[in-house]
Every structure is written in structure tokens, then in C-alpha cells.
């Protein structure tokens, strides 16, 4: 409980919260959901909002958006917290819905956070969402599917928010700076090139890129007149970041990848270990990262170390449950493990060539023998015809042909000598001739 004294002073609200959004034109992003003529849009304009979940990463306006629902409905509206709440509170708040109800009142229950409640938890506002007592809205950053009861989530329409663009983000940041509720009445000099950084910085979070201006603004360089100039120095104390300047939506941002890309490829451990931490300590997504990764081991690995890919899945999923900067170790293990490994682009091969044949016959009907025959009249029309179990024969194989009768004999997978490979393209040697043979 707060207490006051005669000399309590409201204590000033950080930027982030002086700026919040009071109606959708000034919601920034989720054009997909709120631009003209969109669902949430209409329904929220129309105050006939429906249970919904917001699922979205933190900062994108999950808890503006339901601010903006209570500014605009005629509804009562309740605001709760799954981080202060329990089965008590939520007792409380449903018999006040049901008293509201009762006097033809709607209640529009927001809960925050609502993937921290347990079953028990959730299960305890299903019975008024059935009957109507309340309208629920929940924002969550977990995936609804596994956090939210599925009784519960039937009854929701989920809409998922995206993180913010840098060029989102740099719209916000212009406002603060022109905004009298952020620092329109102040002189502050600072360059369309630092807030750009800032928006790349924050990774899509408002509420960083809000926070991290307000730290730079106020740390930045005050002279006699009152006017406040931002250095690149200011800015890169703020954010512990060396090289903010790096775009990550730019030319840098693709030769960075580039270098780590073929650093790898040309087995140089070192080079590639360079251009990771070049791309980390500026700033980059390292699960973007991760990605490229994981295509580099199928596309310049393959089947020369098979271990390869599973190696960089597993950098991926470190990188999602550790995140920076204790992933970077992580990362660092799967750049020098694929730069060292063994080197075959015969995966990439294949499937471009299958690809432009795949492309160029599109209506190239499927085998006759290779159809699915769910029912009678398919195997009366010959569907599954001459089907050869590959189990019932001693090899394990069969003569029986797969391709399109246009593309018999061609080859898409061509094994090269490298690592592991050279022991699979023996077996496919053998393959070829048994199948040949017989």
C-alpha cells in the first residue's frame, strides 16, 4: 500500500510512459492489424472487441493496445496482473464482473502477462468468458499454444504483433524528440544517423528505444545555452555498442554475412570468428545469426560431416534460450566446427537442378505406381499398380522407378569425395548397380 507524506512528489514517469500511444493514430507499427480497414482496427473503433490474446515480443504495444480499448469503450474496464495476482484476486474481479453483468453492464477484463497464471489459474476465468461476464483480453510473450489452456484459447481470437522495423522505430523516436511529452521543449541536437542506430539497437522493443534515447538525451552535452548536443561517445556508453552505426537492414549488414559466410566455406576458422564477433558486438540478431548457420551446414557441408547440421541447430536453440552475450560462445563453437568440417556442395546442387526441372514440368503427372489408393475407386483406376514394397525384398530395394517416365535416368545428387561423402557415394554406387543389374 502507498504512502504519502506533505513532502511526496510525484516522481517523474519515464519517457516510454509519457509517450504511450493515446489513441490508434498515434500507434506506431502492426500496420497488419490496425491499418485502415483492418480487423482489430474496425473492432476496436466500433468498441465490439471480442476475447482476444495479444502474443508479441516485449515493446511492440500489447498493453498499449488494451489502454486504447479502455480510452474507447463504454465498457467497464479492469486491469490486472498475472505477476501480482492469484486465484484471490481473480475471485474478486470476476464477482465485480458478474455484479456489472447483472446491471447489463460488459466488463473488459485485460490481464498482462496472462502466461504466468497456472492451469488452475486460467481455468478460473473460463466459466465467465462461456456465460459472457467478461470480455478477456490477454497479452502474452509466450506462445499461446503451449501457455494458454486450450478450452480457454478457443474461446480467444489470438493476433500476433510483430517486432517494431528500425523504420517504425525511427518515426517513434522523431515524435519524442518533437513531442512536448517528450523532449519537444527542449534544444537537442541529435542526428537522424544516431536515432536510426538507436532503432536498430532496440531490436524491435519500444520501450529500449524509448528508454535508450531518454539515457542519451540526458547524458548528452549540455553547453551555456541550454542546448543539449548527443555525441557518437555518449551514444555508444549508453549501449556498451562499438559500432551502432552498422545497419542492419544495409549494405554492411549483407557483406558482414557475406565475410562470415565464405570465411566458413574456405575453412578459416579464424577469419570466421572475426566477422561473428564483427556482427555481434555491433549489435546483430545473433538468432539471425543462427539461421544463416544452420543453411550453410546443408548448403557448403551436407553429407561430407552430417554432424554438421546438428551442430548448428543446436547453436540456434542456445542462441533462443540463453541470448546475448552468453551465446556468443555457442555461436563461436558451430562457426569454427563448420569452417573446419569437410566441404560438399552437393546438396545445394541437387535440389537447384531437381528445382528447374520441377519448375519447367509442373503438370507432370505422379507414377501411377507411386499414387496413394485410399479408396476403392482409386485402386480400381490403377492408383498404387504395381507397387513394390521396398521391405518385403532381401535388399531392401527394388527396380521399380519413381521419376516422371520424362525424367528417367536423370541425376540430381552427385556425391562428391569429401569426408563422409566419399562413403556415401560408394553406396549410391552400389545402388545404381544392383537397381541396374535387376
Not at 208 to 229: K, P, Q, R
Not at 268 to 285: F, K, N, S
Not at 383 to 410: F, I, N, V, W
Amino acid at each position: 500500500m502507498e504512502q504519502y507524506s506533505l513532502f511526496t512528489e510525484e516522481a517523474p514517469q519515464p519517457l516510454a510512459a509519457r509517450l504511450r500511444p493515446r489513441n490508434l493514430d498515434e500507434f506506431v507499427g502492426q500496420t497488419h492489424l490496425l491499418g485502415q480497414g483492418k480487423v482489430l482496427r474496425r473492432l476496436i473503433e466500433s468498441d465490439q472487441v471480442s476475447s482476444m490474446i495479444f502474443w508479441g515480443p516485449p515493446g511492440v504495444g500489447k498493453t498499449t493496445l488494451a489502454r486504447i480499448i479502455a480510452n474507447r469503450t463504454k465498457s467497464a474496464f479492469i486491469d490486472f496482473s498475472a505477476v501480482t495476482s492469484g486465484i484471490k484476486e481473480i475471485r474478486v474481479v470476476m464477482q465485480q464482473a458478474e455484479d456489472n453483468r447483472r446491471y447489463g453492464e460488459r466488463t473488459i477484463l485485460f490481464v498482462d502477462e496472462i502466461h504466468r497464471f497456472n492451469k488452475a489459474q486460467q481455468d478460473a476465468f473460463l466459466p465467465f468468458v462461456e456465460k459472457g461476464s467478461i470480455v478477456l483480453i490477454g497479452a502474452t510473450t509466450e506462445n499461446p499454444s503451449f501457455e494458454i489452456n486450450g478450452a480457454l484459447l478457443s474461446r480467444c481470437k489470438v493476433f500476433v504483433l510483430h517486432a517494431l522495423e528500425p523504420a517504425d522505430m525511427t518515426v517513434l523516436l522523431r515524435r519524442a524528440m518533437e513531442d512536448e511529452r517528450g523532449f519537444g521543449r527542449m534544444q537537442v541536437n541529435i542526428s537522424d544517423e544516431m536515432l536510426h542506430s538507436i532503432a536498430v539497437f532496440s531490436n524491435g522493443d519500444a520501450r529500449m528505444a524509448l528508454s535508450t534515447l531518454e539515457m542519451v538525451v540526458l547524458n548528452g552535452d549540455v553547453d551555456e545555452a541550454g542546448v543539449v548536443t548527443v555525441t557518437k561517445e555518449t551514444l555508444e556508453q549508453c549501449t556498451s555498442k562499438k559500432s551502432l552505426l552498422y545497419d542492419k537492414g544495409g549494405e554492411e549488414h549483407y557483406n558482414l554475412i557475406s565475410a562470415l559466410h565464405k570465411s566458413m566455406r574456405n575453412s578459416d576458422p579464424d577469419a570466421a570468428v572475426y566477422w561473428l564477433a564483427r556482427m555481434l558486438e555491433a549489435g546483430e540478431e545473433p538468432l539471425y545469426i543462427a539461421r544463416r548457420v544452420i543453411r550453410f551446414a546443408s548448403e557448403d557441408v551436407g553429407l561430407a560431416d552430417p554432424h554438421a547440421l546438428q551442430i548448428a541447430v543446436a547453436a540456434y536453440q542456445a542462441c533462443h534460450y540463453i541470448g546475448m552475450p552468453e551465446c556468443t560462445v555457442n555461436l563461436t563453437e558451430a562457426v569454427v566446427y563448420l569452417s573446419m568440417a569437410p566441404k560438399s556442395n552437393a546438396m545445394e546442387v541437387a535440389y537447384m537442378a531437381a528445382k528447374k526441372d520441377a519448375l519447367e514440368q509442373l503438370d507432370e503427372p505422379v507414377p501411377m505406381n507411386i499414387r496413394n489408393a485410399p479408396t476403392r475407386l482409386m485402386k480400381e483406376l490403377g492408383y498404387g499398380s504395381g507397387y513394390q514394397y521396398a521391405h518385403d525384398y532381401a535388399q531392401k530395394m527394388t527396380s521399380m522407378t519413381c521419376l516422371p517416365e520424362s525424367l528417367l535416368g536423370r541425376e540430381y545428387y552427385i556425391p562428391t569425395e569429401q569426408g563422409l561423402e566419399a562413403k556415401y557415394k560408394m553406396r549410391l554406387e552400389e545402388i545404381k548397380a544392383w537397381k541396374k543389374e535387376h
